[in-house]
Nanobody, 119 residues
Framework: QVQLVESGGGSVQGGGSLRLSCTAS?????????LGWFRQAPGKEREWVTT????????YYAASVEGRFTASQDRAKNTVDLQMNSLKPEDTAIYYC???????????WGQGTQVTVSS
């Protein structure tokens, strides 16, 4: 059974940093086409944050986090991390990692980790 488990959430003041980590288990990491992070703020729809393509390492970011967030993968450890710097109150959300076996699907999701940024 595929499992994605996030960790590293918490509370921080605006301008601070947090690092989220997502550990994958139950499947062969090498057969994952892409990994991603999404977030969902209270009362809002889930929004895409970043995608990293496993084979190439190419990474794309939402405009709202570009230049502040950095995603990275460690294929040996089956992890994908999200380094979040210069955090803003509007970054407050539950953050989810996801894995997709194709370029158009997100097949597996973590349970989410809360990030709270105070002003």
């Amino acid at each position: 059974q595929v499992q994605l488990v996030e960790s590293g959430g918490g509370s921080v003041q605006g301008g601070g940093s947090l690092r989220l980590s997502c550990t994958a288990s139950g499947y062969t990491y090498g057969y994952t086409y892409r990994l991603g992070w999404f977030r969902q703020a209270p009362g809002k729809e889930r929004e895409w944050v970043t995608t990293i393509y496993v084979a190439t390492g190419l990474t794309y970011y939402a405009a709202s986090v570009e230049g502040r967030f950095t995603a990275s993968q460690d294929r040996a450890k089956n992890t994908v991390d999200l380094q979040m710097n210069s955090l803003k109150p509007e970054d407050t959300a539950i953050y989810y990692c996801a894995a997709g076996r194709t370029r158009t699907t997100w097949d597996y999701w973590g349970q989410g980790t809360q990030v709270t940024v105070s002003s």
